[in-house]
Structure formats: C-alpha cells, structure tokens
C-alpha cells in the first residue's frame, strides 16, 4: 500500500507541472486541466517518492512535478510492476501502460545533475475509472 504525497499538473506543454494537491481524473482521458491528458497511454505519470528523495540526497534541486509527474506515491517501486498492473486510489484506477522513457534533449535536471531519474524510474498509466485524489490518499493494487 502506498500514500499520495503530491499532485501535480501542467496547463501547458513545455511547463513545469505544479502541485494542486488534489485533482480530478476522468476515464480514458488523465488528469483534469493536464497539459499531457488525452485520448492515448500516457494518461499519467507516477514516480515513487523514495527515489526522489533518494535523488535529492546527491544534491538534486527537484520540487514536485520537477521530473514531469502526475502523482508522487510513497510506497511503491513503480519500476518493479509490470505493465497492466492496476493500481486503486479512492474510485480512481489506474493501469501502468509504460515504464520509463526517453528523455528529451535539454532536461534542466539532466543538465544540473547529469542524471535523470524519470527515464528509468517513472511509469504511465490510463485512467480505467475516473474520481479525484488528493495529497494523503491511500493507493493500492486493484
């Protein structure tokens, strides 16, 4: 099981996303007001608050949403779960359709840090059942 610690979106494409701190998420589409919502498998991004941490320990200036993620969720290895795994917070349910990604050239963390943990520790989801999360929900395997 594992708990939300933050929410976060971009209004616009090439934006740092922000935290909310709670959100709707509609079915098939992502995150309420999401630059990056649509009709596609890259609904959601979540990354494990442990490996952000453990990234800002070597010095990595990040601030929530710094690596492009939805949702930051302690308690899970994102990385571990296969593709398909469903995940459940509140009404919502999620299912991870992609783990990692490339990084696109010009990453200011790749730049400052010479290193960026999204590309191998971030997964994507589709929303299969829409409801709102907020900073403090439980999530867990559906």
């Given at each position: 099981?594992?708990?939300?610690?933050?929410v976060n979106?971009?209004?616009?494409r090439?934006?740092?996303?922000?935290?909310?701190?709670t959100?709707?998420?509609i079915?098939n589409?992502?995150?309420e007001?999401d630059?990056h919502a649509?009709?596609?498998h890259?609904?959601?991004?979540?990354?494990?608050?442990?490996?952000?941490?453990e990234?800002k320990e070597?010095?990595?200036?990040?601030?929530d949403g710094a690596?492009?993620?939805?949702?930051?969720?302690?308690?899970?290895?994102f990385?571990?779960?296969?593709v398909?795994?469903?995940?459940?917070?509140n009404?919502v349910?999620?299912?991870?359709?992609?783990?990692?990604?490339?990084?696109?050239?010009g990453?200011e963390?790749?730049?400052?840090m010479g290193d960026?943990?999204?590309?191998?520790?971030?997964?994507?989801?589709?929303?299969?059942?829409?409801?709102?999360?907020?900073?403090?929900d439980?999530?867990?395997?559906?």
């Amino acid at each position: 099981m594992g708990k939300v610690m933050a929410v976060n979106i971009s209004e616009k494409r090439g934006t740092q996303k922000v935290n909310v701190h709670t959100v709707k998420l509609i079915e098939n589409y992502g995150l309420e007001n999401d630059a990056h919502a649509g009709n596609w498998h890259r609904q959601v991004s979540l990354l494990s608050y442990e490996k952000i941490e453990e990234f800002k320990e070597k010095g990595a200036p990040v601030q929530d949403g710094a690596f492009g993620e939805n949702l930051i969720v302690q308690g899970f290895d994102f990385r571990t779960l296969p593709v398909g795994t469903r995940l459940k917070c509140n009404d919502v349910i999620l299912e991870i359709t992609q783990i990692g990604k490339q990084c696109h050239n010009g990453c200011e963390i790749f730049k400052i840090m010479g290193d960026c943990i999204m590309p191998r520790e971030g997964v994507f989801a589709r929303v299969i059942h829409g409801g709102v999360i907020s900073e403090g929900d439980e999530m867990d395997y559906a």
